[in-house]
T-cell receptor
Framework: GIQVEQSPPDLILQEGANSTLRCNFS?????LQWFHQNPWGQLINLFY???GTKQNGRLSATTVATERYSLLYISSSQTTDSGVYFC????????????FGKGTLLTVNP | DADVTQTPRNRITKTGKRIMLECSQT?????MYWYRQDPGLGLRLIYY???????NKGEISDGYSVSRQAQAKFSLSLESAIPNQTALYFC???????????FGPGTRLLVL
């Protein structure tokens, strides 16, 4: 099946800093989503982005499908951005099942 | 009200007990999924259903069963719970293939 690798596995920032999280995948994709899992375990949809660029406030994402990677940008980070960020994809064809990466654990210190 | 709900939110049970986790959605989506998450890992797919008459195994279905009672309801059962099934369980729904997938709040299960 499709492989999903996220980097870095851990990231520690000071409040106000910017960061870039990366997701590499091994096959063409129908669907790519970024999620934030908060400290209470809740999964929050950030972006549905199988290709192109989107922005939502301080967060933006870019997927270059032909090169099989996606980037999540967090600007002016806040302590509430802490948590685990997951990339999830499903591959082409009729295989509509999300495969998750192992996530990036982000800690934003005040 | 939340679009995807899971009950219970937390559950403690003993080895050998049968337990059911329930998922309901008001989004009108045909596709529903069950995942588990273990500490430090991403989510792994247990079962999925593309409509009421369609049930499929995911990558880690052993020890689990499911029932799709209606378009809006998808239940996960642990026939005989064991400690390594202690995990956070998520239900999810999706309208179609190339659509956003939405997750419920999760159920924390502890098997003693």
């Amino acid at each position: 099946g499709i492989q999903v690798e996220q980097s870095p596995p851990d990231l520690i920032l000071q409040e106000g800093a910017n960061s870039t999280l990366r997701c590499n995948f091994s096959d063409s994709v129908n669907n790519l989503q970024w999620f934030h899992q908060n400290p209470w375990g809740q999964l929050i949809n950030l972006f549905y982005i199988p290709s192109g660029t989107k922005q939502n406030g301080r967060l933006s994402a870019t997927t270059v499908a032909t090169e099989r990677y996606s980037l999540l940008y967090i600007s002016s980070s806040q302590t509430t951005d802490s948590g685990v960020y997951f990339c999830a994809v499903d591959s082409g064809g009729s295989n509509y099942k999300l495969t998750f990466g192992k996530g990036t654990l982000l800690t934003v210190n005040p | 009200d939340a679009d995807v709900t899971q009950t219970p939110r937390n559950r403690i049970t003993k080895t050998g007990k049968r337990i059911m986790l329930e998922c309901s959605q008001t989004k009108g989506h045909d596709r529903m999924y069950w995942y588990r998450q273990d500490p430090g890992l991403g989510l792994r797919l247990i079962y999925y259903s593309f409509d009421v008459k369609d049930i499929n195994k995911g990558e880690i279905s052993d020890g689990y069963s499911v029932s799709r009672q209606a378009q809006a309801k998808f239940s996960l059962s642990l026939e005989s719970a064991i400690p390594n099934q202690t995990a956070l369980y998520f239900c999810a729904t999706r309208k179609g293939g190339k659509e956003t997938q939405y997750f419920g709040p999760g159920t924390r299960l502890l098997v003693l």
